[in-house]
């Protein structure tokens, strides 16, 4: 009820806060789809890497490649598994950010849990992702480089000793902000207004 010149007005269920859709519905279900979408597309693109560096590998051992480019192809299949891990964890959380995202454009009563379980699986992917960067990928970079110096006689560049840092480095910031979107979701999207919200207009 609104009260105007004394009088007692009944406000329009349609202005009444409950039947007020929460924005963030609509901007994160289409910031989920636009991420999603350039997720999978890095996805097909890093498995298209993939098989084009194995025709490689197989190109050069044919045609006898240089020391330094053997140690190269060395580095990629020491890190194939590596890569493989990570390509199919994008597809995992592409597919489950993807279907949040259609959710909450729809305002459906399971986007939330939708959008948490991306949010929680992202997570997880990234801490994931990070230890086998340090455990896996950064030993394997570090020795095709230092081969690579040696091969080429060349005295080490001044930037060596401190190449695993700077990728460490590097690797932290990228963690740190990889991790503010998923987060924000998951603290957005659990407010009360939200769940109130699809719990009475969800479909």
Request: net charge neutral; proline share 4%.
């Amino acid at each position: 009820m609104v009260i105007m010149n004394g009088m007692e007005i009944e406000q329009p269920s349609s202005m009444s806060s409950e039947y007020i859709e929460p924005g963030r519905l609509r901007v994160f279900g289409v910031c989920h789809i636009v991420f999603g979408g350039l997720g999978l597309m890095n996805v097909a693109g890093g498995i298209a890497w993939q098989f084009l560096q194995e025709r490689l590998w197989t190109g050069t051992r044919s045609s006898g490649p240089d020391q330094v480019q053997e140690i190269q192809n060395e580095m990629y299949r020491d890190l194939a598994a590596y890569t493989w891990i990570t390509i199919a964890m994008g597809l995992i959380l592409g597919v489950l950010i993807l279907r949040a995202g259609i959710a909450l454009t729809k305002r459906r009563q399971s986007s939330v849990r939708l959008s948490n379980t991306y949010a929680l699986s992202s997570i997880i992917a990234k801490v994931v992702g990070v230890l086998l960067f340090l455990l896996v990928a950064m030993p394997v970079i570090g020795e095709a480089v230092t081969a690579m110096l040696a091969e080429s006689s060349a005295p080490a560049p001044a930037w060596v000793g401190g190449l695993q840092i700077f990728i460490g480095a590097i690797g932290g910031i990228s963690f740190l902000l990889s991790m503010i979107y998923p987060l924000c979701a998951l603290i957005m999207l659990n407010k009360p207004q939200v769940r109130q919200y699809l719990e009475r207009h969800g479909g």
